[in-house]
């Protein structure tokens, strides 16, 4: 098993419900330099953090470094906290450190692409500082070290909001899926290349879920991602879902698995090439109860390629429990 496989079980492990201890959520936006091309870009991070103890937390990211010239590069985070007491009104501060999954869209080698999609790992060092205010609410400053080997390092300023978790009410649990219960929801949105010019396609599926626990599913999708140019992508998903309730009626998600797809490619016009294979995928989502038997559902879905063909997958669907 590839190491990036076993990242998403790593940060689902923020996700789970395991800890008593309190939970928050925060979106930072900011300045990036990215020391490989020497420039300045946008940064856009998203946490969600699980207080263990007084001192230490751990927390699950997503950091998006922005559009320099030759590396547009995002990835996937979990870090260790040492942070002081919080309080619940002023200032508190933090220092974490982690494993980072890159995906960087860079300079290509090959005939058909001026671009490529490099994976790897690298370290992400962050350094905090939350404002405190009322109602559960803080405002957050961040500074962010990327260490990524031959990929170049960045640093970030950021800034932004967060909010800490209320514990949801057994009441309002009970009227989630519970084991047993099954969901049917038909998907439809965009499929994006991830290529410096972003090429975009309609895309579709039709998502099987059963319920393990209410923190735990598992899901078989049929998706297609539609025409983009010459080459069309379909295939079937399965995916392990780790699951947190985020209001009375919003679940917050995490899954994993493998993709079963066929890729084909008309751009020789003598012969069609046409391809199955296996990748990983790696989806975020949140879950509104609509009413006891109806769910709509967001979700940004990463296709991991091997060969140069990574895609992200932004689908909204609507499904009824059963």
Do not use: C
Request: avoid cysteine.
């Amino acid at each position: 098993m590839h190491r990036h496989h076993l990242l998403a079980p790593a940060l689902g492990l923020a996700l789970a419900s395991g800890f008593t201890a309190a939970q928050d959520t925060s979106l930072l936006v900011g300045s990036l330099d990215n020391h490989k091309v020497d420039e300045r870009s946008f940064a856009v991070q998203l946490s969600f953090a699980q207080r263990v103890n007084e001192v230490v937390g751990l927390s699950a990211e997503y950091l998006n470094e922005g559009h320099p010239s030759r590396h547009h590069r995002d990835g996937l985070a979990m870090q260790g906290w040492l942070h002081t007491p919080v309080p619940q009104r002023g200032a508190s501060f933090s220092i974490g450190v982690g494993p980072y999954y890159y995906f960087d869209t860079t300079i290509g080698k090959g005939a058909f692409a001026e671009y490529q999609n490099d994976h790897g790992w690298g370290v992400l060092a962050s350094v905090g500082a939350k404002w405190h205010l009322a109602r559960r609410s803080y405002v957050e400053a961040r500074i962010n070290h990327v260490h990524a080997r031959g990929a170049g390092n960045s640093n970030s300023v950021l800034i932004g909001l967060g909010y800490e978790l209320d514990q949801v009410p057994d009441r309002e649990r009970q009227r989630t899926e519970r084991a047993g219960d099954r969901l049917l929801m038909v998907l439809g949105g965009q499929a994006i290349v991830n290529s410096f010019d972003s090429e975009r396609a309609r895309s579709y599926g039709l998502e099987y879920r059963d319920t393990v626990t209410q923190n735990m599913e598992w899901s078989v999708t049929a998706l297609n991602e539609g025409k983009i140019g010459l080459a069309q992508r379909r295939g079937i998903a399965a995916q392990l879902w780790l699951l947190r309730p985020f209001t009375d009626r919003t679940v917050l998600e995490l899954g994993g698995g493998g993709y079963l797809m066929r890729d084909r490619d008309d751009r020789d016009s003598t012969a069609a090439s046409s391809d199955t294979r296996m990748v990983p995928i790696v989806t975020i989502g949140m879950r509104y109860r609509l009413t006891p038997a109806w769910r709509t559902q967001l979700s940004w879905s990463r296709v991991i390629t091997g060969y140069h063909r990574d895609s992200d997958v932004l689908l909204l669907g609507l499904g009824k429990v059963f």
